[in-house]
C-alpha cells in the first residue's frame, strides 16, 4: 500500500484548490498584495522566495491559520469568503480537507506518537480508537518509525518528530498537504527523511503546496514552482524552465543567492 | 531530656491540633484549587463582566491578608445573619485564599503553553473544548505543578491563622498546653517542629519535581 493511498482511506478524491485575491494587511503593513493561485488536484506547487515575502502568510492563509482580509478560497464543493463572516460549518471542512505540517512540527509533548496520531482520529472523524490505533501503526510503519510508536516527542529526533507530523495529518484523509518549511529546522541530512517522505507522498498523487528553501526538491519534485517577493506572486511556471531561464530580476537576484552559494 | 521527655507528654495534644490543621489545609486545597482554575478562566476570557468578576475575587483575595478575610467571614458575616463555626469560617477563608493565588499559577501555566500547540490543534480541526482539555490544560497544569505545590505548602503554615478564631488546630493546641504550666519555650519550640516536619520534606518534594519538570522539557 502507498503512502497516498493509506492517507486518503480507500478512495479519497484528489482535491484542488482555488485562492483568489487574497490580501492582508497588518494595521498599515501589507504583508499579502492580491494573490492567487490554482493549484490543481494532485500536483505538487513550491513556493519559494525571500524572507518576508508572505510565503508562509499565504500559506497560512490557505487553511485559515491567518485569516485574510478578502479574497475567495475554493476547495471541493466549499466557497469560503474569509473576509466575511465564515461559519464554523465551512471553517470544519476546510480544516479536514487540508492538512498542514509546521516548521516546529508542533507535536503534541504530553501525548505518546502513536497518541498524536490517534487522538486527532478520534476526536475529528470519531474513529474508535482501535481503528485510529491501526491507522496510526499503518502510517507509523509507512514513515519508518513503528518502532517508536509508543515514544514521547520528546525521545524522538527531529526528522523523527517531523514524520510524525506528517503521519498526524495524513491520518485524517486530508485531500491537500500544506507543508510550511518542514526541513527548516533540521540538520540538512535529518531533513533528507523528511524529503524523502515528502517524495513518496507527492508520487502517489497528492496534492501539496509545500513552502521551503530546499531549491532541488522545488526543481525536481514540484510541479509549478511560485516564485513570491513583496507581498506578491512574481512569476510562477515549470520550475526547471523558471530555474534556469528566470524571467524577473528579482526572481533571477534570489535564485543565484541561493543556487551560487 | 526533660524537653524530650515533655514533648512526649505534650505529643497526644499536639497530634489532634496538627490533624486539625492538616485537615483545614487539605479542604482548602482540594476546594481552592478547581476555584482557582475557573478563576484563572474567567480572568482571561473576553466577556468584561466575567472577567472583571473574576478580577475581583482574585484580587481580594491575594491583596488583602488571610487573616482579614478570616475575621470577615467570622466576625463580619453573622451581621447579615450569615454564621459559621470557627472552623468552617477558616476554611471558607483558605480556600479564597488559595483559589485567589492558585488562579495566578494555572493562568501563568496556561499563558506558557506555546502558540504552535493551539495552531496544530486547529489545523487539525479539532474542537476547541477538545483543544483546550485535551492539548491545552495538561500541558499548562504541569508546569504549574511547582506553583501549586508552593502554594500547598503557604496554605498549611496559613492554618495557623485559625488560631485567631479559636479553632483548635496545631497553633491553638500549642497555647493551651503553654498557659497550663507556662513553658511556652519548649511547647512553640515543638509547634514549630510539627510543622517543618510537614513542610520541610513538601519542599524537597517540590524541587524534585522542578528538577524532573526541567529536565522533560
Known amino acids: 500500500m502507498t503512502l497516498a493511498q493509506i492517507a486518503d482511506g480507500q478512495l479519497a478524491p484528489r482535491l484542488g484548490i482555488k485562492l483568489d485575491n487574497i490580501s492582508k494587511r497588518y494595521g498599515d503593513h501589507v504583508v499579502l498584495d492580491d494573490v492567487s493561485l490554482h493549484v490543481e488536484p494532485g500536483t505538487v506547487t513550491a513556493l519559494i522566495g525571500p524572507s518576508g515575502a508572505g510565503k508562509s502568510t499565504f500559506l497560512r492563509c490557505i487553511n485559515l491559520l491567518e485569516r485574510p ?12 469568503q474569509p473576509g466575511k463572516d465564515v461559519n464554523s460549518r465551512d471553517l470544519a471542512a476546510l480544516r479536514r480537507t487540508v492538512g498542514m505540517v509546521f516548521q516546529s512540527f508542533n507535536l503534541f509533548p504530553h501525548m505518546s506518537a502513536l497518541k498524536n496520531i490517534s487522538f486527532p482520529q478520534q476526536k475529528v472523524l470519531g474513529r474508535s480508537k482501535e481503528e485510529a490505533d491501526e491507522r496510526s501503526m499503518q502510517l507509523l510503519e509507512r514513515v519508518g518509525l513503528k518502532d ?21 495529518a495524513l491520518a485524517l484523509n486530508p485531500g491537500i498537504m500544506l507543508f510550511d518549511e518542514p526541513t527548516s529546522a533540521l540538520d540538512p541530512e535529518v531533513g533528507l527523511e523528511v524529503l524523502a517522505v515528502m517524495r513518496e507522498l507527492a508520487a502517489d498523487g497528492m496534492t501539496m503546496i509545500v513552502v521551503t528553501h530546499e531549491m532541488q526538491f522545488a526543481r525536481d519534485v514540484s510541479d509549478t ?19 534556469s531561464d528566470p524571467q524577473e530580476t528579482r526572481t533571477r537576484r534570489f535564485l543565484r543567492a541561493v543556487l551560487e552559494r | 531530656m526533660t524537653w524530650l521527655a515533655e514533648w512526649a507528654a505534650y505529643l497526644p495534644q499536639m497530634m489532634s491540633g496538627l490533624g486539625v490543621s492538616l485537615l483545614i489545609a487539605g479542604v482548602s486545597i482540594v476546594a481552592g ?9 474567567m480572568v482571561s476570557t473576553k466577556n468584561l463582566a466575567i472577567r472583571t468578576l473574576g478580577l475581583a475575587v482574585v484580587e481580594i483575595g491575594r491583596g488583602a491578608p488571610a487573616l482579614v478575610i478570616l475575621y470577615l467571614f467570622y466576625y463580619g458575616l453573622p451581621k447579615f445573619g450569615i454564621a459559621f463555626e470557627s472552623i468552617t469560617a477558616a476554611c471558607l477563608a483558605l480556600i479564597w485564599n488559595a483559589a485567589a493565588y492558585s488562579s495566578e499559577i494555572m493562568r501563568a501555566g496556561i499563558q506558557s503553553v506555546p ?32 506553583g501549586l505545590m508552593g502554594v500547598a505548602i503557604q496554605m498549611f503554615q496559613g492554618t495557623s491563622l485559625a488560631y485567631a478564631i479559636a479553632v483548635p488546630e496545631l497553633m491553638k493546641s500549642a497555647y493551651n498546653i503553654g498557659s497550663q504550666d507556662f513553658n511556652y519555650l519548649q511547647i512553640f519550640t515543638l509547634a514549630g517542629l510539627c510543622y517543618a516536619v510537614i513542610s520541610m520534606p513538601a519542599t524537597w518534594i517540590t524541587v524534585f519535581f522542578e528538577k524532573r519538570m526541567a529536565r522533560h522539557t
Open chain 1, 69 to 80: 482580509d478578502s479574497g475567495t478560497i475554493q476547495v471541493a464543493q466549499h466557497t469560503i
Open chain 1, 148 to 168: 517508536k510508536a509508543h515514544q514521547h516527542p520528546s525521545r524522538c529526533s527531529g526528522g523523527q518528530q517531523q514524520r510524525i507530523a506528517i503521519a498526524r
Open chain 1, 225 to 243: 514552482l511560485v516564485v513570491m517577493a513583496d507581498c506578491r506572486i512574481i512569476e510562477q511556471g515549470d520550475p526547471r524552465a523558471i530555474m
Open chain 2, 33 to 41: 484549587y478547581p476555584l482557582g482554575l475557573l478563576l484563572s478562566l
Open chain 2, 115 to 146: 502558540r504552535g500547540q493551539l495552531e496544530a490543534s486547529s489545523a487539525l480541526g479539532l474542537a476547541q473544548h477538545h483543544t483546550f482539555f485535551r492539548v491545552v490544560l495538561p500541558q499548562g497544569m504541569r508546569s504549574a505543578i511547582p
